[in-house]
């Protein structure tokens, strides 16, 4: 099986929101360490096809994260497509990093790069409603009914991966909110504008300036 370092958190995130001595931390390297993608998917209902993945077709979220992250995450066809860019401002420079996934692959850039990553795409839905009881025993989940975020009415959820408990809210599968703690810390990163309808399809292309190098 193939060993990843993953975050489950009902989520389309896959961030680097976390620093530690100046070193960038990723939020599944913090989390999981020793757990396989097989697994995991086989456990909690996770969605490796990327079919039907969310209740809603097509639809634009965006979120704030630690440090001044902005995350802006572009979804259609029930999100078998999406892109997802983080933006951060430091010094009064912006970075800018896209993914776009689709057809089973993740294509990664950076904003005025000309040379990229394309990874097999995992997606990393967790879906407490098809979890067996086994799974929600080993993850401790438990539903704590619903609640309003960013408008909508989000299904609440707390968890915990790899030692971390975690508290997710997710409408229609879509992770609206969460709170992960580190020891004496925590990290939230939480949608401020929801907006659902059709996606201009050129946001899913891959750039013909960009060289993608397989790994």
């Known amino acids: 099986m193939k060993t990843i370092h993953y975050i489950i958190i009902l989520s389309i995130l896959a961030i680097s929101a976390c620093k530690n001595g100046g070193e960038n931390q990723s939020v599944e390297e913090a989390i999981v ?7 995991i998917a086989e456990a909690a209902g ?9 209740e809603i077709k097509s639809g634009t979220v965006v979120y704030t994260a630690p440090m001044g992250v902005v995350q802006t ?3 259609d066809n029930y999100g078998a497509m999406e892109v997802f860019v983080t933006e951060l401002e430091m010094a009064g420079i912006t970075s800018k990093d896209i993914q776009i996934r689709r057809d089973g692959y993740q294509y990664a850039y950076k904003n005025g790069e000309t040379t990229g990553t394309k990874t097999k795409w995992y997606t990393n839905d967790m879906h ?6 086994e799974a929600m025993k080993r993850y401790k989940v438990k539903k704590q009914g619903n ?17 971390s408990p975690m ?10 909110k969460t709170i992960t703690k580190f020891g004496t810390g925590e990290m939230i990163i939480e ?3 929801i907006e659902e309808g059709p996606i201009d399809g050129s946001l899913f292309e891959i750039p013909a300036n960009i060289t993608f190098s397989e790994v």
Do not use: P
């Open 167 to 176: 508290t997710t809210w997710v409408w229609g599968n879509i992770m609206i």
């Open 147 to 163: 609640e309003n975020i960013a408008g909508k009415n989000c299904e609440k959820y707390t968890a915990e991966f790899g030692g």
């Open 33 to 39: 360490n020793n757990e396989s993608i097989d697994e």
């Open 46 to 54: 996770m969605d490796t096809d990327a079919k039907k993945r969310y």
């Open 128 to 133: 407490f409603s098809k979890m067996d009881v």
């Open 73 to 75: 995450l572009y979804f």
């Open 191 to 193: 949608a401020t504008k």
